[in-house]
Nanobody, 120 residues
Framework: QVQLVESGGGLVQAGGSLRLSCTASGTIFSINAMGWYRQAPGKQRELVASIFRAGTTNYVDSVKGRFTISRDNAKNMLYLQMNSLKPEDTGVYYC??????????????WGQGTQVTVSS
């Protein structure tokens, strides 16, 4: 079994910064794609940023130039540096990982989420 645990959320004023972390643990052979999703109240969950094992990244247009996704493959960790935060960045942020573990077939796992609130 694999567990993902996020940390680093909180309350911040507009223009501020937060750094989210996600730790993957359990039976892990390798992790392929990893990503951060967010869900605002009353809205669907959306992909904010993703990163592949070799380092290729993708961002939703609304966070380009403000957020940076990174990972530490040796530690099975994922990060999201969020700068110049805006009230519309408010939501629950979830970590997602494509993991090859006890079976050869990769599976996707989710963390429990961490709340990010940006006040105006």
């Amino acid at each position: 079994q694999v567990q993902l645990v996020e940390s680093g959320g909180g309350l911040v004023q507009a223009g501020g910064s937060l750094r989210l972390s996600c730790t993957a643990s359990g039976t892990i052979f390798s992790i392929n794609a990893m990503g951060w999703y967010r869900q605002a109240p009353g809205k669907q969950r959306e992909l904010v940023a993703s990163i592949f094992r070799a380092g290729t990244t993708n961002y939703v247009d609304s966070v380009k130039g403000r957020f940076t996704i990174s990972r530490d493959n040796a530690k099975n960790m994922l990060y999201l540096q969020m700068n110049s935060l805006k009230p519309e960045d408010t939501g629950v942020y979830y970590c997602n990982a494509e993991v090859v573990g006890a079976t050869p077939l990769a599976r996707y796992y989710w963390g429990q989420g961490t709340q990010v609130t940006v006040s105006s």
